[in-house]
């Protein structure tokens, strides 16, 4: 009975797919490129299978077997190589050495997965501009530690939102993390990371986690939703993850600023008091100081920053840019 629904469910995908194309991750074309393909759960894969699709048809690029290993089609040798990743038996990631503009179009990688069946993820290549977007200040910063990271939108309150992508965006690439249509309360994902959602018809806020989240997944997330209206909006999020050393590092380098910031502060005050003390002193018995010696203690007295500065910087407004408070991700960590 659960494999019938989980079959439906994955048809109801695929209608859904080829209602309207999306592709799992978009990359620019480039000489050497790699296209990633991981299996994020835990199972056996059987075999893997790279194609290129032209038109309706699907020419096979190169073959993996765990126990039989690599075939290379003729017309792509030399051109291709798996990039065997040590961490991980599910990684059939394929890398071009030498692309050309002959190599734009779509590439399917599909996966034999024991017990789970067949998993295709989908890849375009694009001859295109850098995909970075301009962040304004509207857009979030969250800097939090690896393990799972939680990334929460809240939508808007007026909208009936139907769908909700998830991605995130490098300049050479961008991957769907997790679609979301909540008409169906389906959730679809191909990305190599474990990615953890609920797509509940009526939900205010959505979110992502993902699991065990490392200083890789670093960078530029985008939440896009549409409305049953057909209105789509997209919010940017920049998600820094610290390797917990430079965290170390930091605590350290402001301990030792403080202790020299006190030092400093000790030696000034000893100075001023003794300056001050030789002041005294200088106008019962006054000693001729030569003319570099004074001009010398005149400029080490003086300080850096007019004393005025802070008084004109008071009196002038303050704006702060911070985004709206319902807009506003709530990490959770
Ligand atoms: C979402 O599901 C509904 C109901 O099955 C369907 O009509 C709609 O086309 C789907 N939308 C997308 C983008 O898959
Ligand atoms: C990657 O290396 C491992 C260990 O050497 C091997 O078992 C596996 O078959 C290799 N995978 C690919 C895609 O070459
Ligand atoms: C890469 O392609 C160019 C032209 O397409 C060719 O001249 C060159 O020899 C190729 N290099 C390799 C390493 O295959
Ligand atoms: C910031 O967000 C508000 C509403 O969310 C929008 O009206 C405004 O245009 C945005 N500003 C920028 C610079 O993106
Ligand atoms: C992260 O989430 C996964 C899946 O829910 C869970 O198994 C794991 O214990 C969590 N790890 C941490 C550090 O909370
Ligand atoms: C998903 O969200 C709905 C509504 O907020 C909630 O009732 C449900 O328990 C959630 N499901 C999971 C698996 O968290
Ligand atoms: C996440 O990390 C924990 C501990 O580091 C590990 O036990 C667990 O298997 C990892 N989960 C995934 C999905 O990688
Ligand atoms: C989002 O809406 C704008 C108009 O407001 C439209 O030009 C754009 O194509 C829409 N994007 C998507 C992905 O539907």
Redesign the pocket.
Known sequence: MDYLAFLLAIL?VYK??C??TFWDTTIRLAESMTLECVYPFMAILTQAEWFKIVGKQKQSMAIFHPTYGVIIRTSYKNKLHFVNSTTSLKDVTLSFNNASKADVGLYSCLLHIFPHGSWEKMIEVVQSDSFEIAESSNHSHMTSSPGNITLTYDLPVNWAV??IKWEKIQPHQVDLLVHC????G?SYSRYGKQILTNCTQGIRSNFIIIINATASDSGLYRCHF?ASTGENESFLMRLTITDGKTDNQYIVFVAVGTVLFLFVILIVTITVISYNRRRRRQKNFPVKIPWDTQSKAVNNYRSPISPHQPVDNANEDIYVNYPTFGRRPKPKV
């Open positions: 109801q859904a797919l209602e309207e139907q769908q249509n909540l008409s169906e389906i549409t």
